[in-house]
């Protein structure tokens, strides 16, 4: 039978995780150990990583060291109940359980954020990684979730239905950490209600689903589950099962923390690169990856915010000092972004304050 045109030789349809018995070079990743992986747990000392707890008086200080120093903070006390969570993780891995056929039907096409397969960044790399991933947007839940289950039955209503729950819970505590971190940057609970009356962050923020799946993996030292990237967006909570596998970049010396998996129900929270130009650097957004491993599958599923497609992100006057960065669409990031990755640069800094009208708009439609 022909090969529809959308489909790459990358794509999982030709790689069945579960019968593969060793790592091909096709999955096989150089580089992997050029940094020591150091444990994140709550005992680590300086590599612990930071945990804030959202019922705390303290908590808005404590994102603010978390924001400026990690990008990144384990996030208790938020209020999404367990057995909620524990419904959208067996939901999730039964939908990861449907044959291959039929996870395909949903296959991502070219230029769609939405779909199954490998997620958008794994075009810009010659190798595949250990995963497989579905993307959806919550507001469009209904018709994306057909793409996979078309006849409508029993899975798809059980999962739209814990689905559309959990976005309910989500969207709320979006708004609630949206607060917290403007209080972090050490805004008056006045001076938060201003800046929302006059940019609509929290109201106008959109949320975008994306599920990863890490299939155990016969030489977890040569394959890597998803590249190491910053997420674009403002922020993003990452719902990981009991098995770890994120893994957050430090400088000074250089290495990989691994974020403890055992907190039961705490999100990592991820800083985006968006949020870095918003709050003109104050926050910063964290390189992180996914490894996998011999013994188990590990699934998460990343929850995350930004601004609506034609809205310009530009720092905050309220984030204090001269803007560092220029005024730029979710889109035209992606774009900037894009480049960056085939050129080796930076995509924060090549929308910096320094680079011309000129130079970005050729930047952005290049
Ligand atoms: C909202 C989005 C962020 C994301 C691109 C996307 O449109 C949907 C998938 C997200 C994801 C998940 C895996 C890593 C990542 C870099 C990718 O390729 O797809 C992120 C994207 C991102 O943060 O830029
Ligand atoms: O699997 C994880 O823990 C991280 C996922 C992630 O970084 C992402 O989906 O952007
Ligand atoms: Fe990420």
């Not at 903070?73 to 959208?88: C, D, I, K, S, W």
């Not at 209904?142 to 729950?165: A, I, N, T």
């Not at 250089?254 to 709050?279: C, H, K, M, S, Y």
């Amino acid at each position: 039978m022909p090969t529809p045109s959308h489909l790459s030789s990358k794509d999982p349809r030709y790689f069945d995780f579960r019968a593969a018995r060793r790592v091909p070079e096709t999955h096989a990743w150089p580089g992997l150990h050029d940094h020591p992986v150091v444990d994140g747990g709550h005992s680590a000392g300086e590599d612990a990583v930071p945990v804030v707890d959202m019922r705390d008086p303290g908590a808005a200080e404590a994102v603010a060291r978390a924001a400026e120093q990690w990008g990144a903070f384990l996030l208790q006390g938020h209020g999404v109940p367990h057995e909620l969570l524990a419904r959208v993780e067996a939901r999730i891995a039964g939908m990861f359980a449907l044959p291959a056929t039929e996870k395909m039907r949903a296959v991502r096409r070219p230029g769609d954020s939405c779909g199954y397969g490998s997620p958008p960044i794994s075009s810009f790399f010659a190798k595949s990684m250990w995963s497989e991933g579905y993307t959806f947007s919550p507001a469009n839940l209904r018709s994306d979730l057909r793409r996979l289950w078309p006849k409508q039955g029993h899975d798809y209503r059980l999962f739209c239905e814990v689905m559309e729950e959990f976005h309910g819970e989500m969207r709320a505590l979006s708004d609630r950490l949206m607060e917290l971190f403007l209080a972090a940057l050490g805004l008056t609970g006045e001076q938060a209600a201003a800046v929302e009356a006059e940019h609509r962050i929290a109201e106008t923020m959109t949320a975008t689903m994306h599920l990863n799946w890490y299939p155990k993996c016969p030489d977890p030292k040569r394959a890597l589950g998803l590249i190491a990237h910053t997420d674009s967006g403002f922020f993003t909570f990452v719902l990981q099962s009991l098995v770890p596998g994120l893994q957050l970049f430090r400088h000074g010396p250089d290495r990989w923390v691994t974020v403890p998996a055992e907190a039961r129900d705490a999100f990592v929270v991820n800083v985006g690169d968006l949020f870095q130009i918003l709050t003109n650097g104050r926050f910063h957004s964290v390189y992180h990856r996914a490894v996998v491993n011999r013994d188990s599958d590990r699934i998460s599923l990343g929850y995350f915010l930004g601004p609506p497609a034609d809205t310009k992100v530009a720092p905050l006057r309220e984030a204090g000092g001269k803007p560092a960065y220029r005024a730029v669409t979710w889109p035209e990031y992606m774009a900037v972004r894009k480049k960056a990755f085939t050129t080796g640069a930076s995509a924060l800094k090549m929308v910096s304050a320094s680079t011309s009208d000129d130079d970005l708009s050729d930047l952005i439609s290049s």
